[in-house]
Antibody, heavy 120, light 107 residues
Framework: VQMVQSGAEVKKPGASVKVSCKASGYSFTDYGISWVRQAPGQGLEWMGWISGYNGNSEYPQKLQDRVSMTIDTSTKTGYMELRSLGSDDTAVYYC??????????????WGQGTLVTVSS | DIQMTQSPSSLSASVGDRVTITCRASQGISTSLNWYRQKAGKAPEFLMYAASTLPVGVPSRFSGSGSGTEFTLNISSLQPEDFATYYCQQTYSTPRTFGRGTKVEIK
């Protein structure tokens, strides 16, 4: 199993960022993908989950208005878009294979992380 | 949201030591508790699920226990690769909240 993420991004405040996560080595539609971020020197924050089976998603209330997660089953790729970026969105963003097909569950394989820097 | 509180926030130990980390949930979560290990500069690794079950490939020196609101992660004999930060996460309800981490440092 491998989860390979897109490269680092630098964005201006107010802009949007879209990070990709290409999965391989397993049946994509039998699992979901969760996204987790980590601000510099801080802990882990769960950003949401999307089902690889039917595209259903769950987001925490604090991010619900700014985050969108999508999948492309033909390329086995998940995407996370975050809008209206602020300096506190500067973080490493991780995708992880989620064992949950119908709701978020265990995060058993992780991508390498994508650094998103928000700076004017 | 369910708050997850880990203690201690950091500890110092030597190779071969037994280490215990505690995670408390702000409300009952049954055994819906996972543990992750994160080495410096790396992505987290899946260490344990359902409070006490080891995924395939995780060494048996790791063990977990607890249910309801109080959980523990034990490392029976600390190895060099175990100097890292450990996070608990509840999978009982959305949002899936993490503890703030416990950093295990070399004494």
């Amino acid at each position: 199993v491998q989860m390979v993420q897109s490269g680092a991004e630098v964005k201006k405040p107010g802009a949007s960022v879209k990070v990709s996560c290409k999965a391989s080595g397993y049946s994509f539609t039998d699992y979901g993908i969760s996204w987790v971020r980590q601000a510099p020197g801080q802990g882990l924050e769960w950003m949401g989950w999307i089902s690889g089976y039917n595209g259903n998603s769950e987001y925490p209330q604090k991010l619900q208005d700014r985050v969108s997660m999508t999948i492309d089953t033909s390329t086995k790729t998940g995407y996370m878009e975050l809008r209206s970026l602020g300096s506190d969105d500067t973080a490493v963003y991780y995708c992880a294979r989620d064992a949950g097909r119908y709701r978020s569950s265990d995060l058993d394989y992780w991508g390498q992380g994508t650094l998103v820097t928000v700076s004017s | 949201d369910i708050q997850m509180t880990q203690s201690p926030s950091s500890l110092s130990a030597s190779v071969g030591d037994r280490v215990t980390i505690t995670c408390r949930a702000s409300q009952g979560i049954s055994t819906s508790l996972n543990w992750y290990r994160q080495k410096a500069g790396k992505a987290p690794e899946f260490l344990m699920y359902a409070a006490s079950t080891l995924p395939v490939g995780v060494p048996s020196r790791f063990s977990g226990s607890g249910s309801g609101t109080e959980f523990t992660l034990n490392i029976s004999s600390l190895q060099p690769e175990d100097f890292a930060t450990y996070y608990c996460q509840q999978t009982y309800s959305t949002p899936r909240t993490f503890g703030r981490g416990t950093k295990v440092e070399i004494k």
